[in-house]
């Protein structure tokens, strides 16, 4: 396909569950698998590399601020040397179960408020990068922001990436809600077909944006979120193979 399409995922704890991984895993080609710090444990980690594995789906480090309770979605007052702490210890423990499966770490993506901050605060995007460089792998993120800023200055590849069932406000930011609202399965395919093909966005009040989108996000706990996976899928390999 023209672009990725990415999940997070491994997110449930616990006995508690969240989003339906194992449903929509067909559907993606790159996982974001929870590292502990938002979301997972160690038997929920396990089971989505494993799972990853069985699909041919590549496993990225989905890290984020220390904010179990509040699932990442809350902002944080931490240091760059922290933050870039906080982000190794992370991928660290995911990379442990990627070595059991004989699998390599694909690429970093910021969480919830760790990627809003990555994307307008200069010491936390150069956190990502420094934690990035270690590993030598992209870090995903939103073009024409920080994200992009930042990494390409450094030396990180950078994979900008568009969010088929999230809304954009008219600056073209990204609204990040602490529960993902339900959106139609072929409002999110069309909104991917527009990203990927013409490099545009509609945002909440109807503007029309330019967007760059090497890779595609869905959500495993937005509502039906298997059937908005597979719409997407669909819609990018009909795009592919017009």
Do not use: W
């Not at 672009?3 to 080609?29: H, K, Q, V, W």
């Not at 220390?66 to 809350?74: S, Y």
Request: proline fraction near 4%; charge should be negative.
């Amino acid at each position: 396909m023209r672009a990725d399409i990415n999940c997070d995922m491994g997110e449930s704890f616990g006995l508690y569950r969240m989003g339906n991984d194992a449903g929509i895993m067909p559907y993606i080609t790159q996982a974001n698998v929870a590292c502990g710090f938002h979301a997972s444990d160690p038997n929920h980690m396990r089971d989505t590399v494993a799972l990853a594995k069985q699909h041919g789906v590549k496993v990225g480090a989905h890290v984020s601020l220390p904010d179990l309770p509040g699932f990442g979605r809350r902002e944080m007052k931490i240091e760059r040397e922290e933050m870039a702490n906080i982000i190794l210890y992370q991928i660290g423990a995911l990379c442990a179960f990627l070595k059991q499966e004989d699998m390599a770490l694909s690429h970093i993506k910021p969480h919830g408020a760790l990627y809003g901050m990555a994307a307008r605060e200069k010491h936390i995007a150069e956190a990502v990068a420094d934690a990035a460089l270690v590993y030598g792998v992209p870090v995903t993120g939103i073009a024409g922001t920080l994200h992009e800023e930042i990494y390409v200055k450094r030396g990180v590849t950078f994979l900008p990436e568009f969010f088929a069932d999230l809304d954009y406000d008219d600056d073209g930011k990204l609204i990040i809600t602490r529960e993902h609202e339900a959106v139609a399965p072929a409002l999110a395919a069309d909104r991917a077909v527009a990203a990927v093909r013409d490099g545009k966005l509609t945002t909440v009040g109807g503007k029309t944006l330019p967007v760059k989108a090497q890779t595609v996000c869905v959500h495993s706990d937005t509502p039906d979120s298997v059937a908005i996976g597979k719409a997407v899928f669909d819609a990018l390999n009909r795009l592919e193979a017009a």
